[in-house]
């Protein structure tokens, strides 16, 4: 599927929009239309549902050690500055940019693959390739004009009719002539904190920063003590919250999959150090088979295992789900969530007296007395059985998703196009979304076969009956082929039509999507027929 073809679905019909549009637009932001924030509630309630609400506290999950709770939590995007200085975000939460001086543009470290020269008497930006990242667009369309190449190859550049291959920058002299020199325009690469940084009260200076909060988790792990002394919660636990977070990051791209503003899905799995290991492969295997029960195929979809040298000092553990994208090179996937095993890292880090310089690089800034610069909160978020009167810092499993990834990749799974017969029995070709009918943003449409003879009236009757309960849609106009293509386009699985035959003998037909078939059901069975189809 091509990447813009779903990206003109997604305007055209209400999915997507660009942020600010009649201004421009703003990088990384997008907005939800009509059936983006449907299909968005969706997965983020199937989320909630499957992991938090619908949780069965009493019953020993598939592959899990023991029964455990589940809660949630809803906490501000702005908190205390020292919850970011102790958890590390303040110091560490950084990417690499260089600046060019000559186009004034900015870039990543890792997506700069070639250099300005001068040769000839013309300034060019001479490309070379690269294994690591596919060369920035700009930058190739720079180059390809420069080097008046037809081709997409920029490690084949052609310069006075000889083909050069140019696979390191020390081939510009070869290709450009002796006297080309290499204008050095950009910078090293530097620190850039991904935070956003604001200022809270109206007078407030430097003093008053605080940022917005680049993860979910912080709000969790500093809450811990609140929701163990004020439920009845026992370790083994999570806790789960939903929420916008905010990285500025340097080049946001690929629709939503990077964005500067997007949503979470997080959760805090305590429990105690002798179970973790048991508990990190339980929350791996559950969350991504997750995804394979919403709809993403096995091909596309692979749980992928840290090597060592990729993990965090503190992390013993961790995987990321990844979906093979349509926009990435063939071969590449893209993470969808990370599910890490985090020791006692976070909690270690919020509590006071507790931070160990040899054990946690945090506290190795000292302050001209000799104490941590980041000290902890003072709290003892140590916890203690009462059953077993153990008391210990619980560790922590962190499954971490993106409500926006999630749903960018079931759209893209979805998109399909194939041959549906119209009313006549002709076959016409149609575009039809696969969504997984628990996150379709309509889950049936109803339409009266023609505007006459009693059928507007029953099926507005239907329609009534089923919005009580669903997200439904009435449509009466044109023909009904057109009208079946309409909800196809957008995923709505069931279309319910009233005909003739529903007058005299109170039956409708309802339409499968995907399989297009049909069959009749009583007019008084229809919710219950929809409820069956859409919650199994
Ligand atoms: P990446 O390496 O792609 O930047 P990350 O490893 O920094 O991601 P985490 O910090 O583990 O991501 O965040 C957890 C999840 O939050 C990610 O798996 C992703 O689904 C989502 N996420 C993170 N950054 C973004 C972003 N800029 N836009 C949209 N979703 C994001």
Redesign the pocket.
Known sequence: MEMEKLVSLCKRRGFLFQSSEIYGGIN?FWDYGPLGVELKRNVKEAWWRDMVSGHDDLTTMTGAPEPYEMTGLDCTIIMHPQVWKCSGHYDLFHDYMVDCRQSKKRYRHDQVVGRWVEAKGQKIFATAGSDSDQPEADIERHALKFFGLRTKQADQLKWDGAMVSLTTVDDFSQVLGPDAKELGTLTEPREYNLMFKTIVGALGGEENAAFLR??TAQGIFVNFKNVVDSSRVRVPFGIAQVGK?F?N?IT?RNF?????E???M?IEFFCHPDASPQWYTYWRNRRFQWYIDMGLSGDKLRLREHDPDELSHYSTGTA??EYAFPFLPAGEF?????I?HRGDFDLRSHMEGKLDPDSNPLTLELDENGKPLHRGSGKDLSYRDNLTNERFTPHVIEP???????TLAFLCEAYNEDEAPDEKGKLQSRVVMKLHPRIAPIKAAVFPLVKKDGMPEVAQDIYRALKKKFNVFYDETGAVGRRYRRQDEVGTPFCITVDGESISDKTVTIRHRDTLEQWRVKTDDVVSEIDKLVNG
């Open positions: 990384g680049p993860e977070s990285r990051e946001p939503t999959f990077r964005s500067r997007f949503e979470q997080e990321d789900v893209g993470e969808l969530e990370g890490a971490s998703a993106g409500a926006d990834r999630a």
